[in-house]
């Protein structure tokens, strides 16, 4: 069967049907092309980059130009995959205009087909805003790594029957400003479960247990090839850190012995040619 671009119809055709949403993110074109290969539903350039590919501690320093630039090499390599930019902090906060223009920047510099963008109930007049202008947003509830500081670290969301009901309302609020889709993250996973019955549009998990919608992991989390905090909901199907390490050791060493490059990695000229070359230089010499 000839593979089609997914679009925001095919995921809510999922949803409907009860058919699991697969999502990952990734951060440049050779990931990307791996991804979309593995035929995921969804990519997510996620600010998570901030940390897994540029060190920082958190994402919060994270800047639109830097979001945008990875954002252009996913799309480069992922042709079928629907793609989603993730907005980084203080990208959609000072203004509704600001966020528009921010969100427009996504889809008309960097191919991306959506936006996502955290915070519930007060951010609902922004996402309306950008639906408006023609762009889905997905938005992202629960530990939300930009408000890091605001909420005293990366910890888990809607442990009360309070806090459980806030993340209720803010999800309806996202889903009746036009939201197609909203990221759970680090919640409970019989209030995710509540959340995700109780709205029409899908809900994308991580750390919220099995109830949800779909899934999405962190590229480098779920390779083994980052090696930070790991928290509890990661599972980790391979350890590529390891492997690569073991390749780069091997490769110092064999440079070091002089084992490489050996006869088969290296180019070779005829006889008569490097006769012909070794005499001129004997003669430019002489
Ligand atoms: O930035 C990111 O990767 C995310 C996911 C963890 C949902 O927001």
Redesign the pocket.
Known sequence: MTRKKITILDLQRKKENSIPIT?L?AYDYSSAILVDESEMDMI???????MVVMGLEN?VPVTMDEMIHHCRMVSRGAKYTFLVG?MPFLSYEVSIAEAVRNAGRFLKEAGMDAV?L?GGTEMAETVRAIVRAGMPVMG?IGLT?QSVSKLGGFKVQGKTAESAQCLLQDALALEEAGCFSI?L?AVPDSVAQVISQQLTIHT?G?GAGAGCDGQ???YHDMLGLFNGYSPKFVKQYVNLREQISEALVQYRKEVQAGEFPDKTHTYKMSKRELDGFLENVKKHQA
Not at 44 to 50: I, N, P, W, Y
Request: aromatic share 0%; net charge negative.
């Open positions: 999502m993110t997510l350039v996620g600010d998570s980059l901030g994402t993730d996502k955290e992202h790594p990221v993250e994308i991580i999405v992991l962190v």
